[in-house]
């Protein structure tokens, strides 16, 4: 389970790792948006409001139900399950030697050190 912090949110599709998003406050619901809805390679529990700092009590809330349904659909060996998985497995291949994002950055950083500008006269 994650908050959908930038850090964890990556480490976590780099990794291959199925999750489950809790998000709080600030970036983490664009995050949440982009791997649930975007991407589809994590769950949400349907956290639709912030926490509001310094308010006293002011907590996130998610119904059990939900929690309930996002670890069944996450543990599920049915095709939305199996589907996550297979996803977050081809992000992991693409950071890997060789994956298409390995490729990628390869290649920009040939195409910047063999421009004219970078190189010593």
């Not at 291959?16 to 982009?34: A, C, R, S």
């Not at 589809?40 to 529990?45: D, E, F, Q, S």
């Not at 929690?67 to 998985?85: F, H, N, Q, S, Y």
Request: positive net charge; charged residues 30%; hydrophobic residues 40%.
């Amino acid at each position: 389970m994650t908050h959908c912090g930038w850090n964890p949110t990556l480490e976590s599709v780099f990794s291959g790792v199925p999750m489950i998003t809790w998000p709080h406050f600030g970036d983490q619901f664009l995050n949440e948006k982009l791997v649930v809805e975007v991407l589809k390679i994590r769950v949400g529990v349907g956290a639709k409001v912030p926490v509001s700092w310094g308010v006293k009590n002011s907590e996130v809330v998610v119904s059990r139900e939900n929690i309930e349904k996002a670890v069944r659909t996450l543990m599920d060996e049915g095709t939305e399950g199996r589907m996550m998985r297979e996803l977050s497995l081809k992000a992991k291949k693409a950071i890997e030697r060789g994956g298409l994002s390995d490729e990628n950055l390869a290649q920009m950083v040939k195409e910047i050190t063999n421009k004219h500008i970078f190189k010593k006269e």
